[in-house]
């Protein structure tokens, strides 16, 4: 299987090689593979966007998106702390899309996150869906370290974890069996977010079907993120595995044409696939009223995924998911107005 990375790996070093000059090829750059490129372009970009910070201005949004991408083409050697990378498939996509995240939920995600320089989210063809031709490809969540770690000569290594590091995710969708390109990117709990001439088009389309705005839309996909990233921190290993790789030396190569050829559909990249669990998260299993306090009214409760307790004295957290559902005393009057129509 392989993942959008792979795509775009490819893509990359296709267009790449068209452009490149006789000086570029005397040098010997149209012998390189599409990652030994790939590797090159995030390599540069990462630099500027630290050049850039030390200046005190903003590296251009294509610097920052090939930024993100880098620790994933970098060599370990090369980073004190690994990136992660996990696929979401059609079995779980759906259970998560469209649901909500509690502030437990956010706050196992982050707790996750808060140790990995960079996280990448492979979702499957077709799982999460934009509208009748439209998806959600990946979302790539990237630390942004405050500007004074880029300062002087003992300055922090960027892609290692700090407290104050705030979130950056990029959003990739694109049309259905298409190479998704459209790009959007917005910091963690900020209101303000930006997309690309595509995923503006895209979103024009999803308003036009069913009236959702970018800002829900933002919404949406960081709710997906958050309860990715908190049932990888729970998911039990039968409901864990490593996506087939391709087998590639150091210098990112495959060892030689037959082997390019059996490998052809596998990934250059580490890629773990979660798996929904047998009771998909309790989706349709009723949960019974507690007793406790009562509401006076009769309301409607967004379906949403809480951390349940469960184990020894509850210690232990499982992910599930709580139905919509309504709540309050069956003769109690709706929250909502009701009027009466002659």
Known sequence: MRAWLDEITEETGRVVRTLLDDEARTAGFHRLTDYQLMRMLTEDAAAETVRAARRGRKADDNSEFLAALAPFFARPDDLRVTPFACAVGRDLAPLF???????????????????????????????????????????????????????????????????????????????????????????????????????????RHRHHESGLQFDSLVTEIEDLVWLTLAYAAVAQPDRREILPMATINRAGRLPNRAAR??????????????????????????????????????????????????GTEGRLRKLIFVASHCRGPLDAAPLHSMRLLD
């Not at 910091?187 to 895209?202: A, I, K, N, P």
């Not at 309790?282 to 307790?309: A, C, P, S, T, Y």
């Open 97 to 203: 899309a469209g649901a909500g995240a509690s502030e437990e939920v956010v706050r196992r995600a982050h707790d996750f996150a808060r140790d990995r320089c960079a996280i990448y989210i492979e979702v499957a063809e077709g799982a999460f869906r934009l509208g009748q031709t439209h998806q959600l490809r990946a979302v790539f969540v990237y630390r942004v370290p405050r500007p004074d770690r880029y300062m002087g000569p003992r300055s922090l290594d960027p892609y290692v974890p700090d407290a104050s590091d705030q979130l950056r995710i990029f959003a990739v969708a694109g049309a259905i069996g298409g190479l998704a390109c459209a790009r959007a990117s917005w910091v963690v709990g900020s209101q303000s977010g930006r997309g690309d001439d595509l995923f503006h088009e895209l979103v």
């Open 261 to 310: 050829r059996r490998q052809r559909r596998l990934s250059l990249f580490r890629v773990e696939r979660l798996r929904a669990p047998a009771d998909n998260f309790g989706r349709r299993v009723r949960i019974n009223q507690q007793e406790g306090w009562q509401l006076g009214r009769r309301i409607k409760v967004r379906g949403h995924f809480k951390m349940q307790r469960h």
